[in-house]
Structure formats: structure tokens, C-alpha cells
């Protein structure tokens, strides 16, 4: 299995922050990495695909980039509403693996 | 615009088998290029792939779970399945049905789970 390992785990920050959150694999999946947004009760919605196509939808200040190992997902000006969990998920092989998750909380 | 829909039985004994279904409406299983897959997250944690069907009712399955796992496809209900054999208090989760998109526009191809249904929560208890 291709592990996916997201860092931080959990992140405060504030609205208007500039937020980045990395995951790493542990071989190389080119960039096929995808990103998703996670709120309580609720399910992932798709962000980011191929390491750095936006999802029709979704506001420009998220932003992908990384390829091989090492992706990153940035917020440009968090909003109210960015406070939620993220995941990345790697699609190189045909089982599927997500990160752990990233939580990001309100300072 | 897809919507995916799960149900089923929010409660099922020990080693009973665990059965969802998933609708989906505003598009057809059958058009092809999207696989239709079962994703699975236990309480306050992340998610798990559980396996995928595509239309022709070719399957792939996530090894851990391979040996109880059964997803199949009913294209004139435009709803796929999942089956989960001999359960135990570590199935409890939240299943969610999602659809696999392709995207090839730039030379390879790309997948990604672009539409998601609300996820069901199913408990094993007795």
C-alpha cells in the first residue's frame, strides 16, 4: 500500500491567515494526489485533483501544488468557513489511500 | 447534477452481513468512464477505500477487506451495492457511496471522488 502521511495533524489559525498543509507518500505517485475538505457530519468535497486542478466550484484561494512525494494544499486568506479537516488521497494505484487529516481550528 | 444516496439498516449483530445501497440520480451508472465506489470512516477517523465497481460489473477491492467484501451493480436501478460479510464492532463506521471520476484531458488519466452521497452511519451491536 502507498501511505499518505499529512502534517501538521492539527493547526490553529485565524481568518485572513495564509495556511499550508503538506502531505507526503511514501513512494512516488507522480501527481496523482487529490484534496478534500471535511466538516463535521458532513462529506468530503472534493478540492483539489491532480495535485493542482481546482474542482469546479471551489474558491481560488485554494491552491495545490507537488509532485513525486511531496504535495502541499494552501489557503491564500482562510475565510470562516476553510475551518474544517483535509484530506489528501493518492490515486497512483488502484487501492486508493487517504491521509490521516489535517484539522484546522480557529485561533 | 449527481446526487448519490446510501441506505440501508443503521444497525447490524455481530457476524451478520452488512448491506448498502447506493442511488444515484441526475446521471446514468451505464453512460461509462466513472467507477462507483464504497468508502468507509470510523468514528472520529479518516477514510478508508473499501473497493469499486464500474458498470460492466468489473470490480476491485481493497485487500484488507477483499475476503468480505461484495459490491455489485443493478444498471436498471442506477444503484450499485456493498456487501460486508461477518461483522464485527470494527465495521462501525460511516459508509459513504462516491463516484469516481476520470479526468484525461491532459494526457494521463486522473481520478479523483468528485461526488459523494451523505454517508450512512452503521453500527455493530448486538
Known amino acids: 500500500d502507498i501511505q499518505m502521511t499529512q502534517s501538521p495533524s492539527s493547526l490553529s489559525a485565524s481568518v485572513g491567515d495564509r495556511v499550508t498543509i503538506t502531505c507526503r507518500a511514501s513512494?512516488?505517485?507522480?501527481?496523482?494526489l487529490n484534496w478534500y475538505q471535511q466538516k463535521p457530519g458532513k462529506a468530503p468535497k472534493l478540492l483539489i485533483y491532480?495535485?493542482?486542478s481546482l474542482q469546479s466550484g471551489v474558491p481560488s484561494r485554494f491552491s495545490g501544488s507537488g509532485s513525486g512525494t511531496d504535495f502541499t494544499l494552501t489557503i491564500s486568506s482562510l475565510q470562516p468557513e476553510d475551518f474544517a479537516t483535509y484530506y489528501c488521497?493518492?490515486?497512483?494505484?488502484?487501492?486508493?489511500?487517504f491521509g490521516q487529516g489535517t484539522k484546522l481550528e480557529i485561533k | 447534477q449527481v446526487q448519490l444516496q446510501e441506505s440501508g439498516p443503521g444497525l447490524v449483530k455481530p457476524s451478520q452481513t452488512l448491506s448498502l445501497t447506493c442511488t444515484v440520480s441526475?446521471?446514468?451508472?451505464?453512460?461509462?468512464?466513472?467507477?462507483w465506489s464504497w468508502i468507509r470512516q470510523h468514528p472520529g477517523k479518516g477514510l478508508e477505500w473499501i473497493g469499486y465497481?464500474?458498470?460492466?460489473?468489473?470490480?476491485y477491492y481493497n485487500p484488507s477487506l477483499k475476503s468480505r467484501v461484495t459490491i455489485s451493480v443493478d444498471t436498471s436501478k442506477n444503484q450499485f451495492s456493498l456487501k460486508l460479510s461477518s461483522v464485527t464492532a470494527a465495521d462501525t463506521a460511516v459508509y459513504y457511496c462516491?463516484?469516481?471520476?476520470?479526468?484525461?484531458?491532459?494526457?494521463?488519466?486522473?481520478?479523483?471522488?468528485?461526488?459523494w452521497g451523505q454517508g450512512t452511519l452503521v453500527t455493530v451491536s448486538s
Open positions: 462516491a463516484r469516481d471520476s476520470q479526468d484525461c484531458s491532459g494526457g494521463s488519466c486522473y481520478s479523483s471522488f468528485d461526488y
Open positions: 441526475g446521471g446514468s451508472i451505464s453512460s461509462g468512464g466513472y467507477y
Open positions: 465497481i464500474y458498470y460492466s460489473g468489473s470490480t
Open positions: 513512494q512516488s505517485i507522480s501527481s496523482y
Open positions: 491532480a495535485a493542482s
Open positions: 488521497q493518492q490515486s497512483y494505484s488502484t487501492l486508493h489511500t
